[in-house]
Structures are given as C-alpha cells and as structure tokens.
C-alpha cells in the first residue's frame, strides 16, 4: 500500500461514504482494489514472525485481516462515528459474535421481544443452550427493562425498528438502564440504516448491520458489520472473529465497498417513496393497519421525532381478512416481488408469519405483533407512482 486516505472528519457524511478507508496501491487505482487473496507473503522468517507478534504493521491471512475487507470496515466506522468496526459473512453472524463474544455461562441477557427471527432465536434458544439466560421484554415498556435486570445481567440487545412490525424503542433510555445495570446495549440498526439513526450518540456500546440489506442494496452478496469503541472490538469482538473465522470474503467486501458509495442517494430515494406510498395507502379499505416510521399516527411517533433524522423504506401492512387476504394481495402484485429480502433496489413484499417468522408458534409470533394478515413492504428504487399502482391494483383485485 502506498496511500492511505484518511477524510478529515469535518466532512460531510455523504463525502466520507466515497472516499473514507482507500488503501491506494502501487498503481494508483481510482477506484478500490480487490485485493482476492487468501495470505501474504513475507521477504524473511523474521519478517513473518514479526508481524505474527504484532511488532510490525501488515497483513496477515484474510480469516481475520484483508486489505479489500479493512477498507470496508474503515468506511463503515467513520460513517457510524465508531472508533472500529469488524465486518462478518453476514448480518446474522454479526449478531452472534456481537453477542456471544460479550458472554459467559451464568450471564445474563435481556432483549427487547420483537425481532428478527434469527435474532429471536440466538438470544432466547441458542445462548440458554450455552448456559445464558434471557429475558425477553416488551421493547416499548422501559418498565419491564427495568425489572429484567437481574445481578448477572452483562448485554441489553434491542432492533429499532424492530422487523417486521416497526416498533421502536427509546434507545436512550434503555441504553440508561442498561449502564446503571453495569450492562452494555448491542443495537441493531438494520432497520434504520446507518442514515436515519445513530446509535452511539444515544448511548448504544455496540452496533451492528446485516450488510445485505441497504449496505449492498442491490440483491447481490451476504455481509455484516460490528461496530464499537477500540476497547470494546479488541475485549470482545477481535479475537473471537480471529479465531472461529465466521470472515466476510474480499469480493463481497468490495461489492459492499461500491454499496456505500451510493448508500445515502439510494435510501434517501427510497425513504422518500416509502413515504409518497405509506401516505396513498393509509385509509384505504382493505388495509386493518398501516405502520410507517415516518407517518404522525406510528404507535411511537414521539421516540421516532427525538431518535431518527429520517423514516424509513420499510412500510409494515396489517391486510384485512388475515393469511388469506395477506396471501391473495401478495399474488395479485406484479411489479413487486414476493421475496424474504429488504433494502434492495426492487420493491419486495414478505408474509412474516410464513417465512421470517414461521418457526415460532402462534402464540410467540403474537407477542411479537406478527399476526397473520401482516406484510412487510421494502419500497425499492422504482418510481413511486408505480409502486403505488402496483399496490393499490392488487389491493382492489384481491
Ligand atoms: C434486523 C435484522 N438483523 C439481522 C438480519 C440478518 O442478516 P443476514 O441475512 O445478513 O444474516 C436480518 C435479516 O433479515 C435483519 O432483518
């Protein structure tokens, strides 16, 4: 590496989406190198033996350092405003490690109860396998955060918005309780993106993404990001990353590397249709409910005004009639594709309940707000109008 360019941090976000983290080679390139090698070679045994023993500076085996993967995770702690970020093969093992590398048997986790499936699963059946106990709460209710809290309680774990109901959790005031507890708060910020919500300046220890959704945003690859203090990735991130290898490959780093260039262009376009849509749909008949981050009626509009610079492209759709009507208005879209997938430039639409969501039973999936007539809408990069059409054709067919 010849060029390291480094961005002072008086500029603009959108600038340090572009520019942040490029490690320039010998060449010159404009545009970032993908670096498509397992290891590295060294001129001397000494020289190898060095940089093993951290005396020295450089690369060593892409299971845990990579030139294309450290200027992804460069770019991604600057945006966040984090001191270091890790990134991972995907969002789901972001999650894990984020979790796992802060916990020991006999610890203690309390977690908002509305989440990603997965997310559900590795907080309330995966960790209680490894001697972990959780306590799942009502996200909303900073009551029931409080009265979780046991002596052994280390991690607070929260999404907001949640998926795929929306909710949103006053992260301050959580991130409150969880240090009075002597605990620390992961937040996964998927659902916000890393532009319309910054977790740290609320308090938030850790950060993570799936990198797959509006990172990529394209459909293209897996990834994900943790983020935190230096202190906190080297207590608890580094090394179990280092060691287990759940490594997020160079060629979809660079993938997610040309993502962040045009990160802001793309969810600020979709945010905005999000918006054009939710507005067109609320109130029409067939729809029990509509959820939108950026509407005055969402159930945690005041959280949202102090928390979040910006809505969402996320719209969550209560259809009237449950599964069967959910079922009829998915198979009367045609523009918008039925896929489990968010954030991506085509619109696409999910029936929790059948999918992210089926392994619970009917009863947790209620705790969680997904009922049966609920859809989760992405609004994509298509033109508003037509989406809107697309929605309100089926709407009335179904
Ligand atoms: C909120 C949230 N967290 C984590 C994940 C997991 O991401 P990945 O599919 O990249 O493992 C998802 C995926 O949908 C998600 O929606």
New binding site residues.
Partial sequence: MTQTTTIPGSLHPDTRLVHEGTLRSQFGETSEALFLTQGHVYATAEECASRFAGETGGFLYARFSNPTVTMFERRMAAFEGAEAARATA???AA?TAALLGQLRAGDHVVSARAL?G??RYVVSEFLPRFGVASTMVHGPDLAAWRSAVRPNTKVFFL?SPA?PTLEVIDIAAVAEIAHAAGATLVV?N??ATPLWQKPFTLGADCVVY?A??HIDGQGRC???VILGSDAFIQAHIHTLLRQTGPALSPFNAWVLLKGLETLSLRVERQTRSAAQVADALAGHPKIARLIYPGRSDHPQADIIAKQMTGGSNLIALEIAGGKAAAFAFQNALSLIKISNN?GDAKSLITHPATT?HQRFTPAERAEMGVSDGLVRLSVGLEHPQDVIDDLTHALDRA
């Fill in positions: 995907t969002g789901m999650v990603f997965s997310c999404e998926n996964d998927v659902f799936s797959t959704k897996l990834g994900g968010l992210t």
